[in-house]
């Protein structure tokens, strides 16, 4: 399966700044994929990002709030703008592997204050 | 909308199998049922999946039942370090969304 490197594991932010996540993938994928899981919550799908065109978001998620970079097969990042306490959330990103399954990446803990 | 239905939480002895169900009852054709789990402080971990035939690997066992409604995964020998969140997700086209999960306590 493949091998996911996400930065920062974590960080503390002041409201109204942004925060770029970086997730970088060993292998070449076609499709990643942002979700967020708020505390003691499941993961919600914010995004799913493709090389070479621009990333399909769910509903309740924004561009001008999330904007995603899919600069090649094997990176993307996730900005998280203008934040708000409400922000405050664990971000991951995924792949899916040859096998059929999925490889998430170790998540980046954000909290803003 | 998550698609599965999982209790909230279990509990299992050591050494012990576990069986996690989950129901699906406005599955596809074309879905695929995975298993991953999270445990603290981490993403979530691939376990298993499987369209319409049971399926085993070195982690776990997956249990399907002959109408594709409800499934169940099995781990054959529960040990502290399953202690996790186990999501069932219905898989069609790289749409994976996760509902509530059951939370494996493991008992020693």
């Known amino acids: 399966s493949a091998v996911i490197s996400q930065k920062p594991s974590r960080d503390i932010c002041q409201r109204g700044t942004s925060l770029t996540i970086q997730c970088q993938v060993d292998?070449?994928?076609?499709?990643m994929f942002w979700y967020r899981q708020q505390p003691g919550q499941s993961l919600t799908l914010i995004a799913t990002a493709n090389q070479g065109s621009e990333a399909t978001y769910e509903s309740g998620f924004v561009i001008d709030k999330f904007p995603i970079s899919r600069p090649n097969l094997t990176f993307s990042t996730l900005t998280v703008s203008n934040m708000s306490p409400e922000d405050s959330s664990i971000y991951l990103c995924?792949?899916?592997?040859?096998?059929?399954?999925?490889?998430f990446g170790s998540g980046t803990r954000l909290t803003v204050v | 909308d998550a698609k599965t239905t999982q209790p909230n939480s279990m509990e299992s002895n050591e050494e012990e199998p576990v069986h996690l169900p989950c129901n699906h009852s406005?599955?596809?054709?074309?879905?695929?049922i995975h298993w991953y789990r999270q445990l603290p402080s981490q993403g979530p971990e691939y376990v298993i999946h499987?369209?319409?035939s049971n399926v085993n690997n070195r982690m776990a066992s997956l249990a399907i039942a002959e109408d594709r409604k409800s499934s169940t995964l099995i781990l054959h020998r529960a040990t502290l370090r399953d202690a996790a969140v186990y999501y069932c997700?219905?898989?069609?086209?790289?749409?994976?969304?996760f509902g509530a999960g059951t939370r494996l306590t493991v008992k020693p």
């Open positions: 995924s792949v899916g592997d040859r096998a059929g399954g999925y490889t």
């Open positions: 292998s070449q994928v076609t499709m």
């Open positions: 499987g369209l319409t």
């Open positions: 406005t599955i596809s054709g074309t879905d695929y």
């Open positions: 997700i219905l898989n069609n086209n790289n749409d994976m969304r």
